[in-house]
């Protein structure tokens, strides 16, 4: 294990200096959160329908009576046998989470596009009680750039985290069918807004795993992925 070794008093100076690059990155990062909140808002039109445990739900069911949502796009394709490995992972911070929001006017839900028993299957066996819903039959996927099929990809139609998907899938085998994000929506009177998404890195905020890891002695490793495994898959 590589490391330099040194006195209290060289650590103090050095994590001293380190603690004013921290604060920079706080006051960066609330600033980065007023934009965020300034974004415009984009009224939804469409009728999107979910299945749920109890039934049929259109998004402003979702909101369970509160005046915002956070939707988390998890990677649930209709011929996938289990959840995404990574998605599972981020999943796995919800449990103890998602009580606070929804206590502070935010519903949450999770959307993948796999059948809703599947869906259930799989939260039954991650031991997970966040609310699951399946856009099976639904455009919701498809217009919020987290579902792609191999025509709309290669017409160029289709984009992920903002910028051509075609541009990174020039080898067809690298053709995702589904892909990792989350959006925001609000009520405002009679009408839901999209009010945010953000994809890939962009999640990184939202997967707790990592924000430790950055604190531990030899940080995320993240040259080698292979190690992380759905939380019952550890030996």
Wanted: charged share 30%; glycine share 6%; aromatic share 14%.
């Amino acid at each position: 294990m590589e490391h330099t070794e040194g006195t209290r008093e060289q650590w103090l100076a050095a994590r001293t200096e380190l603690l004013a690059a921290e604060k920079e990155l706080t006051r960066k990062g609330d600033e980065v959160t007023r934009q965020r909140l300034a974004l415009p808002w984009v009224r939804i039109d469409k009728d999107y329908r979910f299945e749920t445990e109890n039934g049929s739900a259109s998004l402003r069911d979702l909101f369970d009576g509160r005046s915002q949502l956070i939707i988390y796009h998890f990677m649930f394709g209709p011929d996938y046998e289990e959840g995404c490995p990574s998605c599972s992972s981020v999943a796995d911070g919800f449990n103890g989470s998602h009580v606070h929001w929804e206590n502070h006017d935010v519903a949450f839900a999770v959307v993948s596009r796999a059948p809703i028993d599947k869906l259930l299957d799989y939260r039954k066996r991650m031991g997970w009680d966040f609310r699951w819903v399946s856009s099976f039959e639904s455009d919701f996927n498809f217009d919020f750039r987290v579902s792609f099929t191999e025509e709309s990809v290669a017409a160029g139609a289709d984009t992920y985290n903002f910028r051509p998907l075609a541009d990174d899938m020039r080898d067809p085998k690298n053709l995702p069918s589904e892909a990792p994000g989350m959006s925001a929506f609000a009520i405002d009177g009679d009408s839901i807004f999209h009010t945010y998404s953000s994809y890939a890195r962009g999640l990184d905020a939202t997967w707790n795993m990592w924000a430790w890891l950055d604190r531990a002695p030899l940080g995320r490793n993240e040259g080698d992925l292979s190690w992380f495994r759905r939380h019952d898959q550890y030996r």
